[in-house]
C-alpha cells in the first residue's frame, strides 16, 4: 500500500478520496451487463445510501467537471421530498457529501433540483405523490427505501413510464427489504440485477456500540434478518403465522414457569439427506384460569441429518439444559422405534409418545390461535422456526422439505396449553 501510494503523483492523491471504485463494498459497485434495474439489499447501515450516490455521480459527471456523463436528467425519488432532500442529497453518504469540489452540484430548492457544473439535473419526487412522476422524462433514476412506501406500486409504475431517455436508461433500488409486492415483482423481472450484504458488512464505519446493542436486541430474530442481514422474509400468502405476529409476542426473559416440554418431531431416516428432526422446548406458567395461561418457546434444537442416536441424545440433552419434565415425541413414522432409541439414551425419561390423526394444518389451527391471542411468546435466536411457521399456510406447507421445527412445535403446545385447557372446560358429570 505504501509503494502504492507513493508512487501517486500530488493530483492523484487529492483525487483519491473521490474515487469511489477503490475504497467500495462488493455490493456497491454496480455488476457488470446489460441491467435495467439494480436493486441494492442490505441490513441497517449496510452502505446503500452512500452506493446509490456514488452510482449517480458516475452517471452524470465526465471526464472532466464541465464535460458530460452517461446521464442528464435524473430522477431522486424517495418517501417523501424531505427524505430525500435529508438522506439522498445533504445526508452524511449523500450526494452532496460524496461529490469532489470542481464537480459538486448546486440544491435550488425552490425548484427542488440538483444541477451539475456540466448541466446535468436531478429532480426531487415524493413516494407521496405518483402523478408528479407524470410528465418528467429521465435516463437514470436512484428509489430509496422502495420497501417502505405507501403508494410504492403506483409510484414505481409512473416512473418506469417516465424512464425513457438515451440508448439505455437504468435505474437503482437502495432498500432494507420488506415482504411487499413491489419489491418481489422488481426482484422477479429478468433485466433486474442484485447486491446484498449484512449491516456487519460496512462495520468499519459503524460505531461498535450500535452493532452490539442491535445484535444483542435482534440477532436470532425474524426482524433482526430483515433489518440486519437484508433478507427478504416472505410471508406466505394466507399463512397461519406472520412475522407481525411474531415480532409482537417477543420477550427477552421468561418468568417461572409451571411446565417444560421437549417436542421431537424425528425424521423417518437418518443421513445427511434426511429431513431435518424437529426439536423445540416450551414451557408455560398454568396457574389461573385458563384463558390467563401463557407460554414461551424457549428454544429450538432441531438437527440436520443426524443419526436416530444423535437426535434422541439432542432432545435429552435439550431436557437437561431447561429442567423439562417431559419429552413428547410423535411415532406415526418410527412407532416403537422412536421410544426404544430414546430410551436407549436415558431409560428413566419420561417419555409420551403422540400420533397424529390429524393433517399438518389441522393441527396446527389451535396452536396459530394461542399465537392470535397473544398467549405464545418467544425469546431470540428462533429464526429459522420462525420462517418455516411463516410459510405454513391453509393449504399446507409453502417451503422447502417438512416443517419439522413446526411440527414439533405443534406437538409441545398441544401439549401444554390445548388439551390441558380442553379437560378443565369439559364439564364435570355429577352422578344422583
Request: net charge neutral; aromatic share 6%.
Amino acid at each position: 500500500m505504501d509503494e502504492f501510494l507513493n508512487g501517486l503523483s500530488d493530483a492523484a492523491l487529492l483525487a483519491l478520496p473521490w474515487m469511489f471504485e477503490f475504497w467500495a463494498l462488493p455490493h456497491q459497485l454496480p455488476p457488470e451487463g446489460a441491467w435495467k434495474s439494480w436493486v441494492i439489499m442490505g441490513g441497517r447501515g449496510a452502505g446503500k445510501t452512500r452506493a446509490g450516490a456514488e452510482w449517480v455521480r458516475s452517471m452524470v459527471e465526465g471526464a472532466g467537471p464541465t464535460d458530460p456523463g452517461r446521464a442528464t436528467r435524473v430522477a431522486l425519488v424517495g418517501e417523501t421530498i424531505d427524505q430525500v432532500r435529508e438522506v439522498m442529497i445533504f445526508g452524511d453518504s449523500g450526494i452532496l457529501a460524496c461529490s469532489p469540489p470542481d464537480r459538486r452540484p448546486q440544491w435550488e430548492a425552490t425548484r427542488k433540483r440538483l444541477v451539475w457544473p456540466n448541466g446535468a439535473v436531478a429532480q426531487v419526487f415524493s413516494a407521496h405523490e405518483p402523478e408528479s412522476l407524470r410528465g418528467p422524462q429521465f435516463d437514470a433514476a436512484w428509489v430509496d427505501e422502495l420497501a417502505k412506501w405507501k403508494k410504492a406500486e403506483e409510484t414505481w409504475d409512473q416512473l418506469q413510464f417516465a424512464l425513457r431517455l438515451g440508448p439505455n436508461p437504468q435505474q437503482v433500488v437502495t432498500t432494507t427489504p420488506k415482504n411487499v409486492a413491489v419489491l418481489k415483482s422488481i426482484l422477479r423481472n429478468p433485466s433486474t440485477v442484485v447486491t446484498h450484504a449484512p449491516t456487519d458488512a460496512n462495520r468499519a464505519y459503524l460505531a461498535s456500540s450500535f452493532l452490539e446493542e442491535v445484535k444483542a436486541r435482534y440477532g436470532g430474530t425474524r426482524l433482526g434478518q430483515q433489518e440486519l442481514e437484508g433478507t427478504l422474509l416472505e410471508d406466505a400468502e394466507g399463512a397461519l403465522w406472520t412475522t407481525a405476529m411474531l415480532e409482537r409476542g417477543r420477550v427477552d426473559q421468561v418468568p417461572p414457569l409451571s411446565r417444560v416440554i421437549v417436542a421431537v418431531d424425528p425424521p423417518v431416516t437418518g443421513h445427511g439427506r434426511s429431513d431435518e428432526c424437529g426439536i423445540v422446548v416450551v414451557g408455560a406458567v398454568t396457574e389461573g384460569p385458563v384463558q390467563d395461561w401463557q407460554a414461551y418457546v424457549l428454544e429450538d434444537a432441531s438437527v440436520q441429518g443426524a443419526s436416530p442416536d444423535a437426535w434422541a441424545r439432542a432432545a435429552v440433552a435439550a431436557m437437561e439444559r431447561h429442567g423439562a419434565e417431559r419429552l413428547v415425541a410423535e411415532v406415526n413414522q418410527g412407532g416403537d422405534l422412536v421410544q426404544s432409541v430414546i430410551r436407549q439414551v436415558d431409560p428413566l425419561i419420561p417419555f409420551r409418545a403422540v400420533r397424529a390423526s390429524k393433517g399438518k394444518v389441522a393441527r396446527a389451527e389451535p396452536i396459530a390461535a394461542l399465537y392470535e391471542q397473544g398467549r405464545v411468546s418467544h425469546l431470540r435466536g428462533l429464526a429459522r422456526l420462525e420462517d418455516q411457521m411463516c410459510r405454513m399456510t391453509l393449504r399446507g406447507y409453502e417451503g422447502r422439505g417438512s416443517p419439522d421445527r413446526v411440527d414439533a412445535l405443534v406437538w409441545a403446545l398441544t401439549a401444554l396449553m390445548v388439551e390441558p385447557g380442553r379437560a378443565l372446560r369439559r364439564p364435570q358429570v355429577r352422578l344422583l
